[in-house]
């Protein structure tokens, strides 16, 4: 299983990016796809989870109402769409993904991880 992130850079306080992640060697709908992110110094932390048939979606509270995770299971690709994009959002954003039908914001229960991506926002 690959996963490649893309989408990152810096932005002002306030605006959009929209990060993607690409799949690869596996089944997409049978994986729960995750984006977590890590800011320097701290703990890597949930952002957000989408079942495989992108029925459900699951937000940190942090996130919830300014960012939007989606999946595109024909390009097998997930994506993290965020707006109103604040200092405290900037960190490595990775995408992960586990087998099974069940969200979770703990990273532990993901299997396979990209390789991050940066997103900087600047006040």
């Known amino acids: 299983v690959q996963l490649v992130e893309s989408g990152g850079g810096l932005v002002q306080a306030g605006g959009s990016l929209r990060l993607s992640c690409a799949a690869s060697g596996r089944t997409f709908s049978s994986y729960v796809m995750g984006w977590f992110r890590q800011a320097p110094g701290k703990e890597r932390g949930f952002v957000a989870a989408?079942?495989?048939?992108?029925?459900?979606?699951y937000y940190a509270n942090s996130v919830k109402g300014r960012f939007t995770i989606s999946s595109d299971n024909a390009k097998n690709t997930v994506y993290l769409q965020m707006t109103s994009l604040q200092p405290e959002d900037t960190a490595v954003y990775y995408c992960?993904?586990?087998?099974?039908?069940?969200?979770?914001?703990?990273?532990?229960?993901?299997?396979?991880w990209g390789q991050g991506t940066q997103v900087t926002v600047s006040s």
């Open positions: 989408i079942s495989g048939s992108g029925a459900t979606t």
């Open positions: 992960a993904t586990r087998r099974g039908l069940r969200l979770t914001a703990r990273a532990p229960e993901y299997d396979y």
